[in-house]
């Protein structure tokens, strides 16, 4: 049985990121003092009492605007209210009753679903204000002051987010699922990428740059597998990233890629190759996660027999450093490809896993040392006394040798080459570490 679903929503500004931060204990949400901050729904684990389910932040309900962002973000919170089992009403004891607040509990009655009021920024501990009373007329039975930076009356609040919901006391805990982030410059697509393969529009997608601010974890189950895809604010260059709210989204797109182990890295092709991609595929490239190169857009290319190839061609030369990684040409739009890049992010994760027996990694050694002699230097030659892996993800080999200066760089990309060339690791990085024979010390 999957979990229960808990969505908070409410007017813009009201505090419903804090809380969603406070409740889950974690730092997902970006919290600042300015309206529509949130945008997409973004899902968490959440336990209370040995009770566990997901909770849903989601983005300012602006119930008479019909156009722009602020219509996506309703749109947004629309579909977290259908889906969810127990809905929190976040409201503000300073502002009062707004007629936004009840157009937003007419819609929330409407729905059928348990709704908890939460009277927010009730900051003083002891009797609750008298301005709590005037919440009553929205209609709502539950209702629980709290205060969400301090953490006053959250507890209170989940027992009656629990009492609300049904939990399954013999629910089997999810199965490994590979965590995926989607990462690229900004406007590449990568929402329409999630969207497409969840088939609905949980991601906000606009043509303007910077849309997606949260990094929000969305679980894909499908013939190919389980999977958690993470999508990613665009990351631009340093000196373009302003302060405040796009910071902290660059922050939230390098924290989910430290916690993926698999990174697809997505291209624009119609503006092909710049120097930011080099920059965002190097981060992960650096982080040690399986990388996949997809090249997005390609139905809007105009093309002959030779353009892929070509493109390849070029691609393979730009990101040279990272020659491991798979080259995809796909569609978000038309969903061209989909299919193989699932199958790709299944074999490179397996390849980043990959753990090699010592014995068949020195009968290679054997092998390639006969095959080309290590280098020499004033009369010294470089033994390599054998090989060993000492970790995954990614796959890391340690060389124990007589002298270690001796271990000339190109000779270490020859060996590198042979490991690869012998036991595939497409997709994903490699490391090798020099050990004289003896010391402790690596590099």
Same mark, same amino acid.
């Given at each position: 049985?999957?979990?229960?679903?808990?969505?908070?929503?409410?007017?813009?500004?009201?505090?419903?990121?804090?809380?969603?931060?406070?409740?889950?204990?974690?730092?997902?949400?970006?919290?600042?003092?300015?309206?529509?901050?949130? %945008?997409?729904?973004?899902?968490?684990?959440?336990?209370?009492?040995?009770?566990? +389910?997901?909770?849903?932040?989601?983005?300012?309900?602006?119930?008479?605007?019909?156009?722009?962002?602020?219509?996506?973000?309703?749109? *947004?919170? !629309?579909?977290?209210?259908?889906?969810?089992?127990?809905?929190?009403?976040?409201?503000?004891?300073?502002?009062?009753?707004?007629?936004?607040?009840?157009?937003?509990?007419?819609?929330?009655?409407?729905?059928? /679903?348990?709704?908890?009021?939460?009277?927010?920024?009730?900051?003083?501990?002891?009797?609750?204000?008298?301005?709590?009373?005037?919440?009553?007329?929205?209609?709502?039975?539950?209702?629980?002051?709290?205060?969400?930076?301090?953490?006053?009356?959250?507890?209170?609040?989940?027992?009656?987010?629990?009492?609300?919901?049904? +939990?399954?006391?013999?629910?089997?805990?999810?199965?490994?699922?590979?965590?995926?982030?989607?990462?690229?410059?900004?406007?590449?697509?990568?929402?329409?990428?999630?969207?497409?393969? @969840?088939?609905?529009?949980?991601?906000?997608?606009?043509?303007?740059?910077?849309?997606?601010?949260?990094?929000?974890? =969305?679980?894909?189950?499908?013939?190919?597998?389980?999977?958690?895809?993470?999508?990613?604010?665009?990351?631009?260059?340093?000196?373009?990233?302003?302060?405040?709210?796009?910071?902290?989204?660059?922050?939230?797109?390098?924290?989910?890629?430290?916690?993926?182990?698999?990174?697809?890295?997505?291209?624009?092709?119609?503006?092909?190759?710049?120097? *930011?991609?080099?920059?965002?595929?190097?981060?992960?490239?650096?982080?040690?996660?399986?990388?996949?190169?997809?090249?997005? /857009?390609?139905?809007?290319?105009? /093309?002959?027999?030779?353009?892929?190839?070509?493109?390849?061609?070029?691609?393979?030369?730009?990101?040279?450093?990272?020659?491991?990684?798979?080259?995809?040409?796909?569609?978000?739009? =038309?969903? !061209?490809?989909?299919?193989?890049?699932?199958?790709?992010?299944?074999?490179?994760?397996? *390849?980043?896993? =990959?753990?090699?027996?010592?014995?068949?990694?020195?009968?290679?050694?054997?092998?390639?040392?006969?095959?080309? !002699?290590?280098?020499?230097?004033?009369?010294?030659?470089?033994?390599?006394?054998?090989?060993?892996?000492?970790?995954? %993800?990614?796959?890391?080999?340690?060389?124990?040798?007589?002298?270690?200066?001796?271990?000339?760089?190109?000779?270490?990309?020859?060996?590198?080459?042979?490991? %690869?060339?012998?036991?595939?690791?497409?997709?994903?990085?490699?490391?090798? @570490?020099?050990?004289?024979?003896?010391?402790?010390?690596?590099?």
């Amino acid at each position: 049985m999957a979990k229960p679903i808990v969505a908070i929503v409410g007017r813009p500004n009201v505090g419903k990121s804090t809380l969603f931060n406070k409740l889950t204990g974690q730092r997902l949400a970006i919290v600042e003092d300015t309206p529509g901050v949130t %945008r997409d729904r973004i899902f968490c684990d959440c336990e209370w009492c040995g009770h566990k +389910f997901l909770l849903v932040d989601t983005g300012g309900i602006e119930p008479n605007i019909d156009d722009g962002l602020l219509a996506h973000m309703r749109e *947004q919170a !629309q579909i977290a209210i259908d889906s969810a089992d127990c809905i929190i009403m976040v409201g503000e004891i300073g502002a009062g009753v707004t007629a936004q607040d009840q157009d937003i509990a007419g819609m929330l009655m409407r729905s059928g /679903k348990p709704v908890v009021l939460a009277v927010n920024k009730c900051d003083k501990v002891g009797e609750p204000p008298m301005e709590l009373y005037d919440f009553y007329s929205l209609g709502i039975g539950d209702i629980v002051p709290i205060s969400s930076v301090h953490g006053h009356g959250t507890g209170d609040l989940l027992d009656t987010v629990c009492e609300n919901l049904h +939990f399954d006391d013999n629910d089997v805990e999810e199965e490994d699922r590979i965590p995926v982030a989607v990462i690229g410059r900004p406007n590449v697509g990568k929402s329409s990428l999630i969207n497409h393969i @969840l088939g609905e529009n949980r991601l906000i997608v606009a043509n303007e740059a910077g849309t997606t601010r949260d990094a929000i974890d =969305t679980m894909v189950e499908n013939q190919y597998g389980k999977f958690i895809f993470t999508d990613t604010a665009g990351l631009r260059k340093r000196g373009k990233v302003e302060s405040g709210v796009e910071r902290y989204s660059v922050l939230r797109s390098l924290a989910a890629v430290e916690r993926s182990r698999v990174c697809v890295i997505m291209i624009d092709a119609t503006v092909g190759f710049t120097e *930011q991609d080099s920059k965002v595929a190097g981060y992960a490239h650096d982080q040690g996660k399986a990388c996949i190169i997809a090249v997005n /857009k390609w139905d809007a290319v105009e /093309k002959d027999s030779y353009t892929m190839d070509k493109m390849r061609k070029q691609l393979e030369e730009d990101f040279s450093f990272m020659s491991y990684a798979p080259i995809l040409f796909i569609s978000a739009k =038309t969903g !061209q490809r989909l299919d193989k890049l699932f199958e790709t992010i299944q074999y490179v994760d397996v *390849q980043n896993g =990959t753990r090699i027996p010592t014995g068949a990694l020195n009968e290679m050694l054997a092998r390639s040392t006969a095959r080309v !002699q290590p280098p020499s230097d004033k009369g010294k030659r470089l033994k390599i006394f054998y090989i060993t892996q000492s970790s995954t %993800r990614p796959p890391t080999f340690v060389a124990f040798v007589n002298q270690k200066a001796l271990f000339h760089f190109s000779y270490q990309r020859y060996i590198e080459n042979q490991i %690869r060339e012998n036991f595939g690791l497409t997709g994903t990085p490699m490391r090798l @570490l020099i050990r004289e024979h003896g010391d402790g010390s690596a590099r």
